[in-house]
């Protein structure tokens, strides 16, 4: 899946977006869940041990107190075992322990002024408070103020717990939930790629089928496809089945204007023949270079509509093993060998006269000024692009006059035969498939003309 402007990438991150939201949800919900339930079990064990020392707490008609009955959980017996009670006596600004559990040994538990204004304020009801315990440990504590029958004096209940334990499992039990959610993300994630792409593998299969028609691989979309895209599918048959039929049109049309043209100033040549008066050679020129004109536009609107055409294709070494033949029977006369390299399935993009052409006029023009040997190499040099190099051992060309032959008729040696057109033509063929001319000295001696079109580079099976 491309990644710039991707309809694909956009589903999975916006997916992926919508599960790593909820679950980051789900996990800060069901931590707080877990940890406000901890807390409320420890809170109710406290409660408990608060709820039994205010019912066993007595005072002696001396002012001191005692309990009638000690909290049975043998923790409180064991020294700094981390959980802890005491009771603490506020009479007026007198603050003193009045009594403690054994696991606090000789420590106790230092209420501030402020948590002692606090618990006071809410006479009979549990404070939570945070203090320190006798080993330094941080302990979650619970705190209630009650007062005892005849006594002027206040009685701080205290029961305390070293909260580590508790801090301990509740992270980890958030580290636990983050590594099952973020697997359970992580499968999600996946999971929705696997979706995306089983649900969008209909486009990327309708986007193959039109990259083979544009190859020239395929006439048309086939296959089948959900109800969504069937319809997209039919119109665009429908708009390649009229592109072809207005190839077709334009066609007709070039070749209707071609006759309409050149019979009227085939007329006026044949007329004004005979003829030497210099109104005669006047309409000669004139309509000569109105022939040559016509000649050239028609070619290349031609040429302009094939190239445009979808799905057209032509074998290179197929092309090039008919006009060998061609050409050894146009020139009888001259004894050159005519060697060519070509890989099996190189395929121009384009159509078969077109070609024909470009390489007809290529290999015509080495053999009018080849003395005996021509080279013909022809290779894929990238994806889409084909090269054809066409090398002769005739006398080569200058570079000064390179350019003045792909002027339209400018011929170097007027003895040659041949209409000056060869270059020319190959030029706006060449220019309507929107490809590359280059003339270079060739290995053999001679002029080397090399070419670059569009190419179909097929797998074994011409495909």
Request: hydrophobic share 45%; charged share 25%.
């Amino acid at each position: 899946m491309k990644v710039k402007g991707s309809l694909a990438v956009r589903l999975v991150a916006g997916a992926a977006l919508w599960a790593v939201a909820l679950l980051v949800a789900g996990a800060f919900v069901l931590t707080t869940q877990y940890r406000q339930s901890v807390h409320r079990v420890s809170d109710q064990q406290q409660n408990a041990v608060i709820e039994s020392l205010a019912a066993f707490a007595e005072m002696t008609k001396e002012g001191k107190l005692y309990l009638t009955r000690q909290p049975g959980d043998s923790q409180f017996e064991r020294t700094f075992s981390g959980k802890y009670w005491q009771i603490t006596i506020v009479d007026g600004k007198t603050v003193s322990v009045g009594a403690r559990s054994e696991s606090l040994f000789d420590a106790e538990l230092k209420l501030s002024d402020e948590d002692i204004s606090k618990i006071k304020d809410n006479m009979g009801q549990n404070v939570g408070v945070s203090l320190v315990g006798p080993a330094g440990e941080p302990l979650r504590a619970l705190a209630r103020a009650i007062r005892l029958p005849d006594q002027a004096g206040i009685l701080i209940v205290i029961a305390a717990v070293d909260r580590r334990p508790v801090d301990k499992e509740i992270a980890r039990f958030r580290t636990l939930v983050a590594w099952i959610l973020g697997v359970f993300a992580t499968g999600l994630v996946i999971a929705v790629v696997l979706q995306v792409r089983v649900g969008m593998a209909p486009i990327y299969k309708m986007g193959e089928s039109i990259a083979q028609i544009r190859k020239g691989q395929s006439e048309r979309i086939s296959g089948d496809y959900p109800v969504e895209l069937a319809p997209l599918a039919e119109q665009l048959n429908s708009l390649l089945q009229h592109n072809k039929e207005v190839v077709e049109r334009a066609r007709t049309h070039v070749g209707n204007l071609a006759h309409a043209l050149k019979t009227p100033i085939s007329v006026l040549l044949n007329e004004t023949a005979p003829r030497k008066t210099d109104v005669d050679r006047l309409v000669q020129r004139q309509a000569s270079t109105m022939a040559k004109q016509v000649d050239h536009h028609l070619r290349r609107a031609s040429a302009a509509a094939r190239a445009q055409a979808i799905g057209a294709r032509a074998s290179v070494g197929d092309t090039l093993e008919d006009l060998t033949r061609t050409l050894r029977r146009l020139f009888p006369n001259k004894t050159i060998a005519i060697s060519h390299v070509i890989p099996e399935n190189l395929t121009f993009r384009g159509e078969r006269q077109d070609l024909d052409e470009l390489l007809g006029n290529l290999l015509e023009n080495a053999c009018k000024w080849a003395k005996s040997e021509i080279r013909v190499q022809a290779d894929a040099v990238s994806p889409g692009l084909l090269q054809v190099i066409v090398e002769d051992d005739g006398p080569g060309l200058p570079p000064e006059k390179r350019k003045a032959v792909m002027q339209r008729g400018e011929r170097l040696d007027e003895t040659a035969p041949g209409s000056g057109l060869g270059l020319s033509i190959v030029k706006d063929l060449i220019g309507a498939y929107q490809g590359k001319l280059f003339l270079e000295d060739s290995g053999l001696g001679g002029l080397s003309v090399r070419i670059q079109v569009p190419s179909i580079v097929l797998d074994d099976d011409g495909k």
